[in-house]
């Protein structure tokens, strides 16, 4: 239905401003929060994927100056894909860092893929609610000039300490001379 346009409507006026003046959800810092998961629909291209949303809440700030943000949330989206969706291996290797940082299991995602059941994930999204874990988070500008606070599970320049592999040692051999015409 369109809208009437003939009618004259007694507003508020109200100052929207620019989307780039809007503060972060948190500023750039470490903390120390709780986390809460919600499920949601992600639609791409005619295709609904599941999302998971995890929200964050500051329960304190290891910085001082960021204190007065306690109480404040920023939100991780988490969207699954099938495994041959292109964006598939970089939520994979994203779910990995979540996990590894938090030392809890992958979640299962083989029905979420296969026929859309979320009941599989119950046991990662009671894990994930559990306690209180750190968390830091990064401000950004997204290429609309919009400040989008990232969450993040490892501080922010740090990679991932993992183990270098194991390489086995094979026993050195020495190659014989071979006799023969020069």
């Given at each position: ?12 006026p ?16 470490a ?15 005619g ?7 995890l ?26 894909y ?11 290797s ?30 990662f ?16 500008l ?13 501080e922010p320049?740090?990679?991932?300490e ?5 390489v086995?040692?094979?026993p050195?051999?020495?190659?014989k ?6």
């Open positions: 239905m369109p809208l009437d346009t003939s009618k004259q409507l007694e507003l508020t109200i100052e929207i401003g620019s989307m780039v003046e809007v503060p972060p959800d948190l500023p750039d810092g903390w120390t929060g709780t986390c809460t998961v919600r499920d949601g629909v992600a639609e791409e291209g295709q609904k994927y599941l999302r998971l949303f929200e964050w809440t500051a329960l304190e700030a290891v910085d001082a100056a960021n204190e007065s943000y306690v109480g404040g949330s920023a939100t991780h989206m988490i969207t699954f099938p495994k041959d969706h292109r964006n598939n291996k970089f939520v994979r994203e779910v990995k860092k979540l996990c590894d940082a938090f030392d809890i299991a992958e979640p299962d995602t083989s029905s979420v893929e296969e026929d859309g059941k979320v009941d599989s994930l119950v046991p999204v009671e894990v994930l609610e559990e306690g209180q874990r750190p968390f830091w988070t990064v401000n950004r997204d290429k609309n000039g919009v400040n989008r606070t990232n969450v993040l599970y490892q320049g740090k990679k991932l993992l183990a270098p592999p194991e086995e040692e094979k050195k051999t020495v190659a001379a071979k006799k023969g015409k020069r």
